[in-house]
T-cell receptor
C-alpha cells in the first residue's frame, strides 16, 4: 500500500543554515511525489512535485527536492533558510482511487528557525 | 485567477450539535473538490471528494457527510458532532482528476467540539 513517512517531527535550524527534510515513500510503481508547506493556521501551498525525468526538482521559495528511487526517498532541501520558512512541511504521494488519484500525506515536519 | 474560500474560519460547537462548513471556488469551472481533516500533530486525511455536482465519494466511514449542490460549492455536514470531530478542516480543488494534478487548498476551518 502507498504510504509516506516523515521521520522528523520537529527540526530546528539557524537562519542562514542549510536545511534537509526527509521523506520516505512506499509505492509499487513509479510514484508521483509532492511537497507542500503549511504556515500556522493556514492552508497548504505546493512547493514542488516530481513525476519523471530529472530527479532534482526545483520549486518555489528556493526549495528543491531529489528523488532517489534506490532509497525510496524524496528529501526537501534549501541552501539557506530564512525566518519566514518556519512552517510545517508535508510530503505526499499519489494513490489511485476509482477513476482518479488522491494524495497520501505524511504526518509532517515542523520547522523552527532560530534567529 | 482562481480563489478558494472557506467559512467559518473558526468554530466552537457542543457535542451533539449539527455542523455545516462551506467551501466555494471562484475562477474555474467543474473543479474536483476535496475535504480533508487534519488532527493535531498528524497529517491530512482525505474525507470526501467530488468530481461533479451531486457526485460525492467517501474515503473514510465517519460521522460526517458532504454535498455539492452547485458546481463550485462543497459543504461538509454532520447531524450530531462528536468530540473526535475536532480538528482543522481543509477544502481543496484541482482542475482535473488526472495523476499529478495540483491541489489548491483553502485557508481551513478550525473546529473545536466541547
Amino acid at each position: 500500500a502507498q504510504s509516506v513517512t516523515q521521520p522528523d517531527i520537529h527540526i530546528t535550524v539557524s537562519e542562514g543554515a542549510s536545511l534537509e527534510l526527509r521523506c520516505n515513500y512506499s509505492y509499487g510503481a513509479t510514484p508521483y511525489l509532492f511537497w507542500y508547506v503549511q504556515s500556522p493556521g493556514q492552508g497548504l501551498q505546493l512547493l514542488l512535485k516530481y513525476f519523471s525525468g530529472d530527479t532534482l526538482v526545483q520549486g518555489i521559495k528556493g526549495f528543491e527536492a531529489e528523488f532517489k528511487r534506490s532509497q525510496s526517498s524524496f528529501n526537501l532541501r534549501k541552501p539557506s533558510v530564512h525566518w519566514s520558512d518556519a512552517a510545517e512541511y508535508f510530503c505526499a504521494v499519489d494513490k489511485p482511487m476509482d477513476s482518479s488519484y488522491k494524495l497520501i500525506f505524511g504526518s509532517g515536519t515542523r520547522l523552527l528557525v532560530r534567529p | 485567477s482562481q480563489t478558494i474560500h472557506q467559512w467559518p474560519a473558526t468554530l466552537v460547537q457542543p457535542v451533539g450539535s449539527p455542523l455545516s462548513l462551506e467551501c466555494t471556488v471562484e475562477g474555474t469551472s467543474n473543479p474536483n473538490l476535496y475535504w480533508y481533516r487534519q488532527a493535531a500533530g498528524r497529517g491530512l486525511q482525505l474525507l470526501f471528494y467530488s468530481v461533479g455536482i451531486g457526485q460525492i465519494s467517501s474515503e473514510v466511514p465517519q460521522n460526517l457527510s458532504a454535498s455539492r449542490p452547485q458546481d463550485r460549492q462543497f459543504i461538509l455536514s454532520s447531524k450530531k458532532l462528536l468530540l473526535s470531530d475536532s480538528g482543522f478542516y481543509l477544502c481543496a480543488w484541482s482542475e482535473l482528476a488526472g495523476r499529478g494534478d495540483t491541489q489548491y487548498f483553502g485557508p481551513g476551518t478550525r473546529l473545536t467540539v466541547l
